[in-house]
């Protein structure tokens, strides 16, 4: 007896599988391979759709009136010597002005999503009153400057004054942006049209002599001759057009209620040869549909 279990040990050690067989060792189980767990496409805060809201502004506005008393001169001086020979026009008397100010308006827009890129149209309207007044520096005082035009000299006397004020501006933008969660960074750029209103003087004056030596101030008579030349222009609700660009953020608080804030720079043609331009910063709400 002795010998048979020592016989059916010796098996077992030797045979693995045989072992198993009467259940003396475990049987290795076959692992098959991990499948993964089904996995949803992304999701992000919509955006898509129309929108409107409203905001406030506070801006700063620059215009430059250095050519704006050019047309003026230049005209006043159409028929004499002193303005073919020596470009009166063309001497700068008017610098630039600026004013701060603050604003208010609205906007409506449509955005179309495509997972989290977002591209739109908005409309853009903001009521201000920026009133610029030229800075000048006028060529007066004593003899003004001597200049020589023809047969005779001319003390050339030039001052003037140059205003601008925008009351409103609206534009067309195009936008794109990125949706980070509940965040929508975004640039633009666009048209603009904006209502304002503007003025300008010049006056030229002083002495024409054709004495020889010519002293100024000189005493009137044949030789010594005075001129005064004024002239203005102006306009009330005068149109403006110009391009804007800038960026922003749209932030979602509620699936239908987002806060905004942006920079916008506006820039417009010459009017009157006056060059404006608007830097400005808003904060407002708006509502998706």
């Known amino acids: 007896m002795r010998w048979v279990i020592c016989a059916l040990t010796a098996l077992t050690l030797a045979s693995p599988v045989f072992a198993a067989d009467l259940g003396i060792l475990p049987v290795p189980q076959t692992v098959g391979p991990v499948v993964p767990l089904p996995v949803g496409p992304a999701t992000f805060t919509r955006w898509s759709g129309f929108y409107v809201g409203g905001q406030l502004s506070y801006g700063d506005a620059n215009a430059d009136f250095s050519g704006a008393t050019q047309p003026l001169v230049a005209f006043s001086l159409r028929e004499t010597a002193l303005e073919s020979s020596d470009f009166v026009s063309t001497w700068p008397v008017l610098g630039r002005g600026s004013n701060d100010a603050v604003g208010y308006g609205g906007f409506v827009g449509y955005n179309s999503q495509w997972q989290d890129v977002v591209l739109g149209l908005e409309g853009n309207y903001t009521h201000t009153d920026f009133a610029t007044s030229a800075s000048v520096s006028p060529l007066v005082g004593g003899a003004g400057r001597?200049?020589?035009?023809?047969?005779?000299?001319?003390?050339?006397?030039?001052?003037?004054?140059?205003?601008?004020?925008?009351?409103?501006?609206?534009?067309?933008?195009?936008?794109?942006?990125?949706?980070?969660?509940?965040?929508?960074?975004?640039?633009?750029?666009?048209?603009?049209?904006?209502?304002?209103?503007?003025?300008?003087?010049?006056?030229?004056?002083?002495?024409?002599?054709?004495?020889?030596?010519?002293?100024?101030?000189?005493?009137?008579?044949?030789?010594?001759?005075?001129?005064?030349?004024?002239?203005?222009?102006?306009?009330?609700?005068?149109?403006?057009?110009?391009?804007?660009?800038?960026?922003?953020?749209?932030?979602?608080?509620?699936?239908?209620?987002?806060?905004?804030?942006?920079?916008?720079?506006?820039?417009?043609?010459?009017?009157?040869?006056?060059v404006a331009s608007i830097v400005s910063a808003r904060v407002g709400a708006g509502f998706k549909f």
């Open 146 to 274: 001597i200049v020589t035009a023809g047969s005779s000299q001319y003390s050339v006397n030039l001052t003037g004054t140059g205003q601008l004020e925008i009351t409103d501006y609206a534009s067309l933008r195009a936008r794109a942006g990125w949706v980070l969660g509940n965040v929508l960074p975004y640039g633009f750029a666009g048209l603009v049209i904006g209502r304002g209103s503007y003025s300008v003087t010049t006056e030229v004056y002083g002495q024409q002599n054709s004495a020889t030596p010519a002293n100024f101030p000189c005493a009137l008579g044949p030789t010594c001759v005075p001129y005064d030349f004024s002239n203005s222009a102006g306009q009330n609700g005068a149109l403006l057009y110009g391009f804007s660009v800038g960026g922003g953020l749209d932030w979602a608080l509620t699936q239908n209620i987002f806060l905004r804030g942006e920079f916008e720079y506006v820039q417009f043609a010459p009017i009157a040869n006056i």
